[in-house]
């Protein structure tokens, strides 16, 4: 009996910690690799775990990127995920371990500041908004999947869920304080958010001014004197990496240039891909209960006024959607526990519908996220044929497509394996250096045999029966080796249908 309710009492405390870490850790398990807009902190950890203080050796020396990053989040992490890493090392495991470990430690982090946040939801609404908190966080596919990715949006998500947390307890300086860390050091434009959560609380005189000034000047002086010690040193070179970021993109507007998207492009396209069924749930749940309004008003705030820029992504409001979840969760609750009345009934077989629609889709984006990888598996298979024994050295060259889409320094295996990055090569030019292996994206290069072809995701097409939906594959990554290393065509390739 008393072991039972130990068990009992384990899975009330850690139950749903259990559920939503055990998907994000499916999630690492089954599409481990990262791309482009992950590149600076990933590579950072692998830095940080590997070559320690040999700074001249840091990838972001030679690859800096368009805008610096900051290192204390990768330093955070990697000082979390070392021990796992360093007995990795000892039993002689791939670096690819080393990658699972950092994503592993890094959705650790991000849900421990979820579980604050929910257990303060728990207290304001009750167990039932919770366990609806849970249940919509669970069958949604961006934010467990985002969760562990080393982005600095997500590096910021963490310390927004704690500003929620301290915002619903009525620790509001402490909100502030928090938010004011996530916009000095990771995400300048949480500054939109610190903004709408600010005024509202002055306007409802929650808090004063003097006492904005007097609790948080010296957090704010604390992040930015931090930030540029750690991260000057770092980059050999006085920085403050989010003010670089802030001109970047807030002043010059050179965002744009990766892309732009209508003013309305987050409330009809980022919102309802990454809400699903809370979306609607969530707009429904402002009518229900005027506490929330509260909350999500200044998140719909933010939102807008992120519009205005025009580059747009789904990343840069990720921290949004625990606030909507919340009120998604409310009007949940009141659907449930009024499901035996008329009009209700009805409302409760929408809600079941929604959530069967809301697995559905996210497993579907699980499905086409496993195929966007294409050249961390190109990788990976090139790694399973052999040389292990080769003498000779087998230099392969990763393009920038390939570098973008799946391919991290923790994918790099030991020798007879050397790598190269090597950028603004041209393609008759090839065959002229010294390169074994090519993997990118074009499918005929002189000097070289395609070995074999790496499929990634291109779109989904509608058809009749079930399921409705198909995901069309096709080549994205090509394998090519030297054609004056013969000795490498002894190996049983798969070949390329061009």
């Not at 007097?214 to 992040?223: I, N, Q």
């Not at 998207?261 to 707009?283: D, E, G, Q, V």
Request: hydrophobic fraction near 50%; charged fraction near 15%.
């Amino acid at each position: 009996m008393a072991s039972n309710s130990k068990s009992e009492t384990f899975l009330q405390r850690y139950g749903y910690d259990l559920l939503l870490a055990s998907i994000a850790a499916l999630y690492v398990l089954t599409v481990p690799y990262t791309k482009v807009e992950e590149s600076f902190n990933v590579q950072a950890m692998h830095d940080i775990l590997y070559h320690r203080t040999s700074l001249d050796n840091y990838d972001h020396l030679e690859f800096p990127g368009v805008v610096p990053r900051t290192f204390l989040g990768a330093l955070l992490v990697s000082i979390i995920a070392a021990p796992f890493v360093l007995t990795a090392s000892l039993l002689h495991l791939p670096k690819f371990y080393a990658l699972v470990t950092v994503r592993m430690a890094l959705g650790c982090i991000i849900l421990y500041t979820l579980r604050f946040f929910r257990r303060q939801i728990r207290n304001k609404f009750g167990h039932q908004v919770e366990a609806f908190f849970v249940i919509l966080t669970a069958i949604q596919f961006h934010f467990l999947f985002y969760c562990t990715r080393p982005l600095p949006n997500i590096l910021a998500l963490g310390l927004v869920n704690l500003a929620y947390g301290y915002w619903f307890e009525g620790r509001f300086y402490a909100a502030l304080n928090s938010l004011i860390f996530a916009t000095a050091v990771f995400r300048c434009d949480m500054l939109l958010l610190l903004c709408s959560i600010g005024l509202q609380l002055l306007l409802t005189k929650k808090i004063s001014v003097w006492g904005a000034l007097k609790h948080c000047t010296g957090m704010a002086l604390f992040c930015i004197g931090l930030t540029i010690i750690v991260d000057s040193i770092m980059w050999k070179r006085l920085l403050w990496p989010e003010f670089e970021v802030f001109w970047f993109n807030s002043v010059l507007n050179k965002s744009s240039e990766w892309g732009t998207n209508a003013f309305h492009w987050y409330f009809t396209s980022a919102l309802p891909r990454s809400l699903l069924a809370a979306y609607p749930l969530s707009l429904f749940g402002l009518f229900l209960d005027r506490r929330v309004r509260t909350f999500t008003f200044p998140v719909l705030a933010f939102i807008l006024l992120y519009s205005k820029l025009p580059h747009k992504e789904l990343r840069f409001i990720i921290s949004s959607v625990p606030i909507f979840n919340v009120s998604a969760s409310i009007a949940s609750n009141r659907i449930y526990n009024n499901r035996k009345k008329m009009i209700w009934n009805l409302l409760f077989l929408i809600l079941l519908a929604l959530l069967l629609v809301s697995l559905a889709g996210t497993i579907t984006s699980f499905m086409a996220s496993c195929w966007n990888y294409p050249s961390g598996y190109a990788l990976k298979e090139l790694h399973g044929i052999g040389f292990h024994n080769d003498a000779d050295e087998q230099w392969v060259h990763i393009d920038t497509f390939s570098a973008m889409n799946g391919i991290s320094r923790f994918c790099e295996s030991d020798l007879p394996w050397r790598y190269s990055k090597e950028e603004q090569i041209s393609l008759e030019e090839f065959q002229q250096r010294n390169f074994t292996f090519l993997i990118n994206e074009y499918p005929v290069i002189n000097g070289f045999k395609c070995l074999f072809t790496e499929d990634g995701f291109s779109r989904v097409r509608l058809k009749s029966g079930f399921p409705p939906i198909l995901l069309v594959k096709e080549p994205k990554v090509y394998v090519h080796g030297s054609l004056e290393n013969q000795n490498i065509f002894s190996q049983n390739w798969s070949g390329c249908s061009l």
